[in-house]
């Protein structure tokens, strides 16, 4: 608990923590249209954190914390969920994963979909398992349990298909069609033809085109080593080799040294994991690419599972206990260095709103890159800020900032632009009052002894980097 109550407010949100918080301080049919028209993801979470938010407020730390209770849920769920498919053991072992890995701990502290999506995938998994092994007397109410939280899971993120679906067609293989899982399959194909329509609303208004911007197999590459290490660790080759090991000796010890009945838990669980990400990779192959690590989470819950049986197993060993120590070093070191490191290293959206500052007066900011800096800066922390209309405006101060920027999929430092030794003014009037350049952000700030009208197509060629920029205008 403590790796992911620690630090919550030690980062601003970023992008689209920031919609987040646009969504949810509208009203309730507002908040439903936005998630519908802005959104690429079912309204479930939002449902519950506009509730939260009414209590908890829309802070860092207010809104952080519904994240945060549904991390450390995961934790025992995940034990369950490995002692009734695989042994207690187990259910230990996958425990401790799912408490340090970093991509858990990563959205234990996010004000996103993904927190709840993780206890959720969790509990769909339990819930089957005991499904499977339920009596026939107890065949209905674990099925009727199993559906509802099927149904919850597919409410909050349109990937959950590819995990409840595979669930029931293995129910519907060892259990024979039985009445209950006659009714929770119908109930579940109805909520997934909804899910669809849904998910075909939000692509034609919200759109994830930006998913393409990177080649696919970079994507599938990455997903192993993000569901190890996370996102955004040091040395990220090094590092995702290491822990690639440890996983690679947490299954062939699942293979070699557990009991028959553990192995087939374990194997199952795997399954269910490899399923989870081969399903979107099919549908990539045939023109409808979604593939991204974040998206293909619930697979992650499984595969910890796989990796718990090995590690758990009678026989494992020095073997074992070796690699589950490594692993879970790996883990917490991670956790540790990225602690306080800014989203992808690049969204500083609070820190540039800090330093930027209160307005004493009508000013322009341009600021790069266009879109997660209108996202990040208006909605949030300068509220009242919007574009600068085509007509202008008259200011008497100017700023200029660049944000750290990188490659869609990268995991190289982003790059930091810098203006050259000595920065023109933008707009005739205007003189060089301050310039900070930090590891960041750069920021100009320009002021003019009288108010100056200035429009955008004076402030785009001032911005420091060479993409697009945002040019705002803040009220007093």
């Given amino acids: ?230 996102f955004e660790s040091p040395s990220p080759l090094l590092v995702a080799a290491v822990a690639a090991a440890c996983a690679a000796v947490a299954l062939w010890l699942a293979a070699a040294r557990t009991r028959p009945a553990e192995r087939q838990g374990a194997a199952l669980a795997f399954a269910l994991a490899v399923a989870v990400v081969a399903i979107p990779l099919v549908l990539a192959l045939g023109g409808s690419d979604y593939v991204f690590y974040r998206n293909v989470l619930p697979a992650l819950i499984p595969a910890l599972v796989a990796f718990g049986a090995g590690f758990g197993a009678a026989r494992a060993g020095m073997l074992g206990a070796a690699a589950l120590g490594v692993l879970c070093v790996v883990s917490l070191g991670v956790v540790a260095v990225t602690r ?42 300068l509220p009242g800020t919007g574009s600068l209309a085509p007509q202008g405006a008259a200011v008497r101060e100017i700023v200029i900032v660049a944000a750290p920027r990188r490659a869609p999929g990268a995991s190289a430092r982003p790059h930091i632009p810098r203006p050259a030794s000595a920065p023109s003014s933008p707009v005739p009037g205007f003189h060089l009052t301050q310039r900070v350049e930090n590891d960041k952000f750069t920021l100009l700030r320009y002021r003019s002894a009288r108010p100056v009208v200035v429009v955008p197509p004076q402030l785009q060629p001032a911005r420091i980097d060479t993409v697009e920029a945002a040019v705002l205008l803040q009220p007093r």
């Fill in 1 to 230: 608990m403590l790796l992911r109550v620690a630090g919550l407010d030690t980062k601003g949100f970023w992008q689209d923590e920031a919609i987040t918080v646009y969504t949810i301080k509208r009203g309730f049919g507002g908040m439903l249209r936005t998630v519908v028209d802005h959104e690429t993801t079912p309204p479930l979470y939002y449902v519950v954190a506009w509730a939260w938010a009414k209590v908890f407020g829309y802070g860092e730390v207010g809104l952080r914390s519904l994240s945060t209770l549904a991390g450390v849920a995961a934790v025992p769920i995940s034990y369950l969920a490995a002692k009734e498919l695989v042994s207690r053991r187990a259910g230990l072992v996958t425990a401790l994963l799912v408490a340090v890995n970093p991509l858990l701990v990563w959205y234990g502290q996010e004000a996103r979909s993904y927190a709840l999506l993780v206890p959720l995938s969790a509990l769909t998994l339990l819930l089957f398992a005991r499904a499977l092994h339920a009596p026939a007397g107890r065949l209905g109410r674990e099925t009727t349990w199993w559906a509802l939280a099927s149904a919850a899971t597919i409410a909050t993120h349109h990937f959950a298909l590819f995990l409840v679906l595979p669930e029931l067609l293995w129910l519907l293989r060892a259990r024979g069609r039985a009445r209950p899982l006659t009714v929770a399959a119908a109930v579940l194909l109805a909520v997934s033809a909804a899910d669809l329509v849904l998910a075909a609303a939000q692509r034609s208004t919200a759109g994830v085109d930006w998913i393409a911007e990177t080649p696919l197999p970079n994507r599938i590459v990455a997903i192993p080593g993000s569901f190890l290490i996370g």
């Fill in 340 to 381: 306080n490191l800014p989203k992808y290293r690049k969204e500083v959206w609070r820190e540039v709103a800090a330093e930027i500052g209160p307005a004493r007066g009508p000013r322009a900011i341009v600021i790069t890159p266009r879109g997660p800096a209108t996202v990040g800066l208006t909605l949030v922390y």
